[in-house]
């Protein structure tokens, strides 16, 4: 009886594969039923009605106010045919109704005094006034009396407000009428902005959250509510019937503003905020934008607009000083649980139109123009609108002058970067030589991340400053080095030069300490769709030494990430097809040399053992990569020998510790059973013999 390894072993194996693979890929049915629990607890908590979600509320009283919820509930409206009927029966509940036609069907029952537009179906709430492109809607509680000032926007109000028409009106409601007819002055009028779906024919929808009375059953029952934390938010309608329109250029759209907060100042911003939303989702791109990766760019306009509109508030500052103190964290990171960053990166968007454009903001409005979605969309516009490079090109002059911000160059930085406070510093040196450093771990970059390395000089003298930056392959790196001038005129920034394969590059200061006085090097990782995490780096520096060839790996020979170490020097070539692994699949960006590149940097270089094995390899493999290019056959030998390594690499990569213990489990009792069966199987040879 002749025993083979049992196939059913592969089984685990082939069961996770297929488990990420539907995650990574979409196939596969989500689960719908905690999904629809988890959208409907956040929508109940952002409208007020739960104390449930803990995302969605502050934990402390220093914490800025959320700007708005309102990307978290267009994503549950987005969805809306994909819920259950079930779920959209409860989730329908916290939405107004009303219907999508873009123009009256018919003569509407209620016009404002102008008659230049009609009212979408009628005002849902009790009380109301109509400015020239507005429809302002509160219910019966709403605090504040009307002191006697009087605006000039409003044309038409409820008959309930006073005896004569107009009179009587709260003074919030006035400041909400005037703020919001100077941000449409300024965003369509002005600005030339695309009109909210629908507002050509009907006046635009705000509803004052929070103003209902304690009566039930009477007229202001549909008053909305909005939880303590949100300034407001922009949503679409559905009709009656609970449908919604799946095209979100074909959908008119409503704002909450929040009553709680009737401070000048936090009105002004979010009028100009949630407004620029409606107007964002009227631009046929829209639906391009709603990716994960894309909401910075809603978020980050949206609280640009706050700046352009009202200049004076300058309520954003908080969110760029939050920003600058975690700048390693992906400018396109919404985080799992919320953060302000979406919101500083309004940095990024200053930064394009009042520096690297020379004070153009006309660039925002050319993006939201695009046909495309995304960085794509901003590549195309730097390329065609401005002959600029393009978004990986902006972003490296972006984090050079981040490393100045407060340093006070408006002709050459930001206009009001004296406020925005100083950017992290991850490592500061001003003793030398700084031998080799390994910095990783969160506070590393992520994608369109970057780390900020300050080195100051011993003395007044003339020295030539050297660094040696070395990034973990299969990452796109670059490393930009900003040097600030000794006698304040200014600063200058230079990219190091990298190798292709190793990220290895070495870049030299002269007048260190007298021309410059200071000097950063910063480590970014540019667009890089599969780093999911952090990318770890090494550095060195030291004074009037020379550059060590740009074709020299250097890894680190103590697994620390804090301290100071010697190196050990591994030489490869330059050319990309120098490794086994690069020459057996042709490309270093094939997916299977990616896997085995993150599993060197992740499971060999941290250790020193692991640093030894690779120092070997970068030894030979050059004379074996040249073996397998010259003879035609061998890389289809060697692929199909890599790829158990490559599957056991992916399975370490891709698992928890809980999961690989219990995949290891599986195949230890699935081999020991192999061994008995085999064992079992000898002993009945030998008792048939």
């Known amino acids: 009886m002749t025993l083979r390894f049992p196939a059913i072993m592969l089984v685990p194996v082939f069961l996770l594969l297929l488990n990420y693979s539907s995650v990574t890929y979409g196939y596969g049915q989500p689960q719908i039923a905690e999904e629809e629990t988890t959208a409907l607890n956040n929508l109940k908590t952002i409208l007020g009605q739960d104390a449930g979600v803990s995302n969605y509320k502050k934990s402390g009283v220093d914490l800025p106010l959320r700007e708005d919820a309102t990307l978290t509930i267009m994503d549950i409206r987005r969805k809306w045919d994909k819920w259950s009927i079930e779920f959209r029966k409860a989730a329908g509940a916290n939405f107004l109704v009303k219907s999508s036609e873009k123009v009256p069907l018919s003569l509407p029952r209620y016009a404002t005094l102008s008659a230049k537009k009609a009212i979408r179906d009628g ?191 300058n309520e954003y500052y908080p969110r760029v000083r939050n920003w600058l103190r975690a700048p390693w964290v992906s400018i396109q990171d919404s985080g799992s649980k919320y953060s302000d960053h979406e919101y500083g990166d309004v940095l990024f968007v200053l930064f394009m139109t009042d520096v690297y454009l020379g004070g153009d903001n006309k660039f925002v409005k050319d993006v939201w123009e695009s046909s495309e979605g995304g960085l794509k969309a901003i590549d195309s516009v730097l390329a065609n609108f401005y002959n600029k490079g393009n978004f990986e090109s902006a972003f490296k002059d972006f984090v050079s002058l981040n490393a100045l911000t407060a340093s006070g160059y408006p002709d050459k930085g930001y206009k009001e970067g004296l406020q925005f406070g100083s950017v992290a510093v991850s490592r500061m040196h001003n ?31 003339e020295n030539q400053l050297t660094i040696a930056f070395n990034g973990s392959t299969g990452n796109n790196w670059a490393a930009m080095v900003v040097k600030i001038r000794s006698d304040g005129s200014g600063y200058e920034h230079d990219e190091v030069g990298l190798n292709s394969i190793s990220k290895y590059g070495c870049y030299t200061v002269d007048g260190f300490g007298s021309t410059y006085s200071e000097v950063f090097l910063i480590p970014v990782v540019l667009i890089d769709p599969e780093n999911y995490g952090s990318s770890s780096y090494y550095y060195k520096a030291s004074l009037n030494s020379v550059c060590d060839a740009t074709t020299d790996v250097y890894l680190p020979t103590s697994a620390s990430s804090d301290t100071q170490t010697d190196t050990t020097t591994v030489k490869t070539k330059s050319d990309k097809r120098c490794f086994i692994a690069t020459a057996a699949f042709g490309s270093p960006d094939s997916p299977f040399v990616k896997i085995l590149r993150k599993f060197r940097d992740e499971y060999l270089i941290p250790y020193s053992f692991g640093r030894r094995f690779v120092s070997m390899y970068y030894n030979v493999s050059p004379s074996i990569a040249v073996f397998l290019e010259q003879h035609p056959p061998a890389p289809f030998i060697v692929r199909v020998i890599l790829f158990p390594a490559i599957g056991a690499a992916f399975i370490l990569l891709k698992t928890t510790l809980f999961e690989k213990i219990i995949l290891f489990g599986v195949i230890l009792f699935l081999f020991i059973r192999y061994c008995s069966l085999c064992a079992i199987s000898k002993v009945r040879k030998y008792t048939d013999n």
Do not use: R
């Open 123 to 313: 005002h849902l709430l009790p009380n109301w006034v109509e400015t020239e492109n507005f429809s302002i809607e509160w219910g019966n509680n709403l605090k504040g009396a009307d002191s006697g000032i009087a605006y000039d926007n409003i044309v038409n109000c409820s008959m309930k407000l006073a005896g004569k028409p107009c009179t009587g009106i709260p003074d919030v409601v006035e400041k909400w009428a005037s703020y919001f007819e100077a941000v449409w002055a300024t965003e369509i009028t002005g600005k030339g902005y695309i009109e909210p779906t629908g507002s050509g024919s009907f006046l635009y929808d705000v509803y004052i959250a929070n103003t209902q009375d304690e009566i039930t059953g009477n007229d202001d029952d549909k008053t909305p509510t909005l939880g303590h934390n949100f300034l407001g938010l922009t949503t679409t309608y559905c009709d009656s019937q609970n449908i919604c329109k799946s095209e979100l250029p074909d959908s008119p759209s409503y704002i909450l503003v929040n009553s709680y907060f009737n401070d000048s100042n936090t009105m002004k911003i979010t009028a100009a905020h949630e407004f620029f939303h409606a107007i964002q989702f009227s631009y046929p791109s829209i639906n391009n934008w709603f990716l994960a990766e894309n909401h910075w760019w809603l978020e980050s306009t949206a609280t640009w607009m706050e700046e352009v509109v009202y200049n004076e508030v």
């Open 431 to 461: 003793k030398y030589p700084v031998s080799f450093s390994e910095v990783s771990g969160e506070s590393a970059p992520h994608e369109l991340g970057s780390n900020y390395i300050h080195f100051l000089p011993e003395d007044n003298n």
